[in-house]
């Protein structure tokens, strides 16, 4: 599939992006990703939020002959592009079903003409039968699909039509495909390579580690006060509160107003007006807070949210990544707190009463991972980046884990017993059973084994600890980097190679104890009565130190005083 491309379009490229879009510098892997779309190589981009996704098929796409199809899952999204490349002097339009026929009509034959550059269509447009002959009709260059995650429903927003799309570019002609996505689960990624048929296609992984925002967890109790508490402690700032649903969401909006916080609500039950209303006052600061459901948030690009509030638990990481994401767009100080309780798990669960089996496995297995991050003592950002498949070899020194940290211990019998248990199932077993074996619990999986002649059955009651500690052990584990989990294989645990090496030469190992919500909500109090305001010094601290060290390289890099 591979094409000629003038190799001078390949050089020139950096003066095409000042000419064009007036920007002196590529950012991180932009360059060479566009050079690999242009080569008409099948292209998989994972960046972060922010990171600058779209000029990888812009660019191209203006230095190509014909026109670059664009599929993107939302309206707003793509109008929101649209009218940025248009600005930019660049001939894009989108065609969906805000469209009148004339107008439809007219965007087709500017297309067909060879007049415009871009074209942005929604799925379920794409499959429409007139759209397809016109689709086979022009002169295409390659096809992007944006927020490709939405084809797996392992991630956080599934779009049942993104699964048709590959067909449809396949009717359409032998296109190269440029997949871009936000979301980095492995699992994620394989569904994306499968379901494009681009097994093969080069991928460019940017990390996902956004230094410059704090994550935080609180017992949720007495949330509504906590709320209001941060949010003066914050004022004048910009700052989303995400719940659950609709009703929350008119609450919360509805508390912090008669707080006289400048809160609006955003959800999808609001006619389409005041959503939009809504979302503008955010945007030009007449209002300070937007309160809202997930539906708020996708292609929004305000860089200085100073804070995102979990004020329910979501629903999955990638979802609590997306959102938290939205914070400190701009390099500078983001906070991101989540509200937690075991309450709010059980009530995602229940919506999941209707789901067909294999999507109530996934519910709960992404359900599980919420918890596993919420509960565990270890620093959340290698948490978060260990989901993601990133490793970070120490603690970040900027989350309530890592300021805050709570009791650690040193424990070498039990990491052995860990992996040898690991070693001895050939690697079969995923944490959970892990835990069971060497608790002796006989449930199916474990009695589907010899177990009885393994030496590590039940030997971890020998070191008399419960299986939460077991279970908690073994999460800590894998982030440490001793186990890696297989998410292809039903997260089956392995040994790494630095495991390999800790059986050749064991040393004490620091584990962390998981967070008591119950015990820390007593402390938590405490504290408030003694301080009187109940905010943490520690954090406060860390906080500002690592504030002034961002001012500075942004000061730097925008050559301020
Ligand atoms: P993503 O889709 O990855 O979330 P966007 O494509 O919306 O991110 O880009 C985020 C911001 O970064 C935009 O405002 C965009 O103009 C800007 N941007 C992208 N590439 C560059 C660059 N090379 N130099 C400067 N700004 C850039
Ligand atoms: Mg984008
Ligand atoms: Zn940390």
Known sequence: MVKKVDTVVLDTLKERLKEIFGYSQFRGEQEIIIQNILLGKNTFVIMPTGAGKSLCYQLPALVSDGLTIVISPLIALMKNQVDQLTAFGINAQFLNSTLTKGEMTRVKNDALDGILKLLYIAPESLTKEDNLDFLKKAKISFVAIDEAHCISEWGHDFRPEYRRIYGIIENIGNLPIIALTATATPKVQQDIRKNLQMEEAETFKSSFNRKNLYYEIRPKKDTKKQLIRYVRNNKGKSGIVYCLSRKTVEEVAELLSVNDVRALPYHAGLDSNTRMANQDAFLNEECDVIVATIAFGMG????????????????????????????????????????????????????????????????????????????????????????????LDKDCGFCDNCVKPTEKSKVQDEVVLILNAVYQTEQRFDGEHIADLITATDNQYVKSYEHDKLDVYGKGLELNESKDFWISAIRQLVILNYLEKDVENYGVVKISEKGRAYLNDPYPVTLQKDHNFEEEEVKAEDEEKEAGTGSAHAYDEALLGMLKALRKKVAKEKNLP
């Open 300 to 391: 929004i690009d305000k860089p200085d949210v100073r804070f995102v509030i979990h004020y329910d638990v979501p629903k999955s990481l990638e979802g609590y990544y997306q959102e938290t994401g939205r914070a400190g767009r701009d390099g500078l100080e983001g906070n991101c707190l989540m509200f937690y309780s075991y309450d709010d798990i059980q009530k995602l669960e229940k919506f999941n009463k209707d789901k067909t089996v294999t999507e109530r496995d996934n519910a709960r297995h992404l359900l599980n991972e919420m918890v596993a991050y919420s509960t565990l003592g270890v620093c959340r950002r290698r948490q978060l980046l260990s989901y993601f498949g990133e490793y």
